[in-house]
């Protein structure tokens, strides 16, 4: 074999090893929340709240419950906050909900927030931590196990569309900027970067599949929102920086039936800076409230 043919093999067999291992580093970061500090708490709406911790697989999750003025009488909205967010990320969705005589938990899922450290996290975990979450609040005496609602931004709203697709005691849930399938979601991380998805993000994907153990179609939330038959609200923004519009298209197609909502001039984390998408969200758990709250006799 001539020497130019052998520096052409090993460069390709280092370009090959090179792409592997960046790679393996994108799919061990993207699974490496950052905490970020939180400064904000219900008090700071004008709300009393109640400080709380509960386990989940072993570690610390701490959050608050805002009880309404009639907790067993009340409905329970769990907030499921979004990839390094925390519940304080959900305070303004709280600002314009807390007028409703709801419940509200909100809660940090593990590495998130002040919950207790985690080696990675994946939607996997997220939806472990929302079970958990719901395990806390039926432990309640104060509250009503069957008046629970579901409020997920972001993966909190994949983790939101994952539980209640396993469970019948879910009311309804609005699901606000999430993703709907990991393919285009990998696209999207590395669209940033210029990096294609072939080889890199395939590559990333088999590494998710090693380490998580899961087979990822399964986890897809366009393949569990087939399966909801709680009563559920689509929302997105069209301007979305971090999950594009294509996935709201994406999960629409797969629950047509649903009730939908595209904020044209929306972004990620601004939603709630629009009327119309307050007003809708306000009115989906209001509706929602009327349906389940227990009627109290004259």
Known sequence: MRKIDIMILASIGLLIVLTFLFSYFLSYVALKPKRRPKKKTPADLGLDFEEIEFLSAGTRLSGWF???????RSPTLVFVHGWESSSQGMLPHLEYLKDLKLNFLLYDARGHGDSGPIDYMSLVRMSEDLENALKYALSRRDLNPNQILLFGHSMGAAAAVTVAARRHDIQGLVASSGFANFRLLTEDMLRPMKIPYWPV?????????????????????????????????????GNDEVVSSTHFQ?????????????????????????????LKVIEFFKNLAQKTSPKIPE
């Open 250 to 278: 994406r999960l629409c197609d797969s629950l047509p039936k649903g009730d939908h909502l595209l904020i044209t001039a929306g972004r990620h984390r601004n939603l709630h800076e629009f009327e119309e998408y307050r």
């Open 66 to 72: 805002v009880a309404s003025d009639n907790p067993s």
């Open 201 to 237: 993000g395939s590559l990333m994907m088999l590494f998710w599949r090693l380490k998580i153990q899961i087979k990822i179609d399964d986890w897809n939330p366009t393949t569990s929102i087939r399966k909801i038959r709680a009563p559920l609200l689509l929302a997105h923004g």
